[in-house]
């Protein structure tokens, strides 16, 4: 057994394939459709409506992020309950034809409501990036059936050991203000709230532990 697959063993996660991407899609559709960044960008857009889009577009994507990005799941029942998508050092920022081509497929269905603004959003928001090599989460998402049962602090564990074996710090950003305890109760330092685009945004850095 391989030293990752070791690690995802001890915190209770399993890779993600390609066989489980839309399923996987499907949750963080039920997890985000009512997210800040949602609300604003596609406010006219139904909440049943919105997580079917979002459940494909994520699910498009995530295939895309295969071999590039780690995609780690907690399992419940044989079930997707939890996952992390997670950008190791040196993967960040992603090729921009692994997020384009979702996009494309998503506009060709639906159009283009709410797209350019919520792109230009993330396009500004990439700016606080830090530049030094980091762990990055780009997305956590735990189903609302399955929540406060641990299977999003399976996959922030995970991500500090994975982090701390690189020597690396750790960042993430949220725009929902109730995350931000959560958050810092792992040890990360938080900046923010930042206004962009009329969405507020924080941002979390965990620095590297120390060798010695």
């Known amino acids: 057994m391989s030293t990752q697959a070791d690690a995802l063993v001890k ?12 399923e996987a899609g499907l949750v963080i559709g039920r997890a985000f459709k009512a997210d800040p960044t ?22 498009d994507m995530l295939l895309a992020m295969l071999g590039r990005a780690e995609l780690v799941y907690s399992d419940h029942d044989g079930r997707i309950a939890g996952l992390g998508v997670i950008l190791p050092p040196g993967a960040y920022p992603l090729p921009m034809t692994v997020n384009l081509v979702p996009l ?23 700016e606080e990036h830090p530049k030094e090599p980091c762990c990055y989460l780009d997305t956590l998402a735990v189903d609302p059936a399955c929540q406060r049962q641990g299977h999003g602090s399976r996959v922030m564990r995970y991500l500090l050991d994975r982090a701390d074996q690189d020597h690396v710090g750790v960042y993430l950003e949220t725009t929902n203000g109730n995350n931000v305890a959560y958050y810092t109760k792992f040890g990360f330092e938080v900046r923010g709230p930042k206004v962009i685009k009329g969405l507020a945004s924080w941002f979390f850095w965990r620095p590297p532990v120390s060798q010695g």
Do not use: T
Request: one cysteine or more; a positive charge; aromatic letters at 12%.
């Open 11 to 22: 915190h209770g996660l399993l890779p993600m394939d390609k066989e489980r991407c839309q």
């Open 38 to 59: 949602l609300n604003l960008f596609f406010s006219q857009i139904r909440l049943a409506e919105r997580e079917r889009r979002v459940a494909a577009l994520y699910g």
């Open 104 to 126: 494309v497929r998503y506009v060709l269905r639906h159009g283009l409501y709410g797209i350019p603004p919520w792109v230009s959003f993330l396009s500004i928001r990439e």
